[in-house]
């Protein structure tokens, strides 16, 4: 005879079944947890997955706005700059600004500031 637990004997042409599975996945409850599990770890996966391809866009999104915004304020100081720089040459090529009257310094350095766009 066959003495190993659980195995199928025969004796006299009966024969006898293994007993019901121990442990959790034995009962109906532990295979209804299973079943739930098997449902939800995909969906649980899938969330994860969206949630990381959100950040990834909200990060390229941010990105984006940083550079248009740094060459906004490039092109912002460029104008500035060039501004200044045709100030400097305007009052630099005025023959009222080179001598010692301030009061004519004065009104020539506003004349020439008056024909720059300052804005």
């Known amino acids: ?3 190993t637990p659980g195995a199928v004997t025969f004796s006299a042409g009966t024969a006898t079944a293994r007993p019901a599975a121990s442990g959790w ?3 109906l409850r532990g295979r209804l947890i299973l079943i739930a599990l098997i449902a939800i770890v995909p969906i649980v996966g899938l969330t ?3 949630a990381v391809q959100v950040r990834r866009r909200a990060l390229a999104d941010g990105r984006a706005t ?3 915004l740094a060459r906004l304020a490039e092109s912002d100081l460029e104008r500035s700059s060039r ?3 045709q100030l400097l040459h305007a009052m630099a090529g ?3 600004l080179r001598g010692d009257d301030l009061a004519a310094c004065s009104t020539g350095a506003a004349r020439c500031s008056a024909y720059l766009s300052w804005d």
Do not use: F, L, Q, T
């Open 1 to 3: 005879m066959n003495s």
């Open 25 to 27: 996945w034995g009962n």
């Open 48 to 50: 994860m997955y969206n």
């Open 66 to 68: 940083v550079e248009r």
């Open 83 to 85: 501004g200044a720089h």
């Open 94 to 96: 005025n023959p009222a």
